[in-house]
């Protein structure tokens, strides 16, 4: 089977399946309502109604945070599904159908990067059409630029599509390295959630542990995308990363994590 029909298949499984929608309306819940919220919080300091509120971005940059809100919080999304593309076939045992069809496991697991892209994509999609999107329209009714004019804000959201892609293929590395599905989603949801986080808000303190927490796949993400609210919140290391060296890191961690469950997992008897 070529690649295309590899890929091709591995669309219509993720497709057919409900977890993807379920994911994408969870997520657009999720970033959609925090970024709306925020906008408005931002919109009346800015107006005076609420008065003083520290740590609320309410210069020019405040436009990017919101925005950047799609990757910044919802980046677990993508990772979740890179995760369940390759968990999902151990724990349903659909694998070995697979690859009686398509013998050859490298290209199978070539087809579920492509398929995952296509996946990072379409998320990154939603993501960004409802947190830039709401966000934008209570910005312009407080009178506040929202920054869409700017090439800038562009390319900002061309990156979180960059970040969201890449996020997928660390999922996929995870789901490689832990075959249980259950397991790699307590992993991902502690590690995103929990672990890092407190790792990124002690870096805010601790100036070697900051130079070490902007290297975390998070910190690196943010880089790349170019705003942050953890940032902008002071959780990150004073220089921080370039965006394209952000990029690079964050697309280390997918190799490595792929390399690996290649070598020590993909190759493994799936019985």
């Known amino acids: 089977m070529s690649i295309a029909h590899a890929t091709r298949s591995e669309l219509t499984k993720q497709f057919s399946t409900s977890i993807w929608w379920i994911l994408a309306i969870v997520l657009a819940g999720y970033v959609g309502l925090t970024a709306t919220g925020l906008a408005f ?149 502690a590690f995103t959630q929990f672990v890092e986080p407190l790792l990124r808000f002690g870096g805010a303190f601790v100036t070697q542990l900051g130079d070490i927490a902007a290297y975390l796949p998070g910190a690196a993400s943010d880089a790349l995308v170019g705003a942050s609210i953890f940032s902008t919140a002071g959780m990150g290391s004073e220089t921080g990363l370039e965006w394209w060296a952000g990029g690079l890191v964050l697309l280390a961690y997918g190799v490595v994590l792929v390399i690996a469950g290649h070598l020590f997992s993909w190759r493994r008897d799936i019985t």
């Open 41 to 189: 919080t931002i919109g009346a300091v800015a107006s005076g109604a609420i008065g003083d509120a520290q740590g609320v971005p309410v210069g020019e940059g405040a436009a990017s945070v919101l925005y950047s809100l799609a990757s910044s919080i919802g980046y677990v999304f993508p990772v979740l599904i890179g995760t369940l593309l390759v968990t999902g076939e151990f724990r349903h045992q659909t694998l070995t159908p697979t690859f009686l069809a398509t013998p050859r496991r490298g290209r199978v697991l070539l087809a579920k990067l492509i398929a995952g892209a296509v996946m990072g994509v379409l998320y990154a999609a939603v993501a960004i059409v409802v947190t830039a999107g709401p966000s934008a329209g209570v910005l312009a009714a407080f009178g506040l630029e929202t920054g869409l004019g700017a090439s800038e804000t562009w390319a900002l959201l061309g990156r979180i599509v960059i970040a969201f892609v890449l996020w997928v293929f660390v999922g996929v590395g995870i789901g490689l390295v832990v075959r249980n599905q259950v397991a790699a989603i307590v992993i991902v949801l």
